[in-house]
């Protein structure tokens, strides 16, 4: 009994995967050269406001320690 009911699991799951794998391949694709080329078209255009091109400034940077550490 235990056989059969691995062996419907496993038809199940076969049915699951094979579902989903046409889903997915049904879904409309866009083209990585379309997609790289905005990305680094949007790159170029933001980056004088990229803090990790430009810094951040001292006095603004809320991560900086308040204090020095001093050793007695």
């Known amino acids: ?3 059969k009911m ?3 699991n496993s038809v199940i799951q076969a049915q699951k ?3 989903q794998l046409q889903l997915e391949a049904s879904m409309e694709r866009i083209k990585i050269s379309l997609t790289a080329a905005d990305l680094v078209r949007y790159c170029q255009d ?3 406001s990229d803090p ?3 810094g951040i400034a001292a006095s ?3 991560f900086k320690d308040k204090k020095t550490c ?3």
Do not use: A, F, Y
Request: charged residues 15%.
């Open 52 to 54: 990790l091109l430009t």
């Open 6 to 8: 691995c062996s419907s």
């Open 17 to 19: 995967l094979v579902d």
């Open 70 to 72: 001093v050793l007695l």
């Open 60 to 62: 603004s940077n809320p």
């Open 1 to 3: 009994m235990s056989g």
């Open 46 to 48: 933001h980056r004088r």
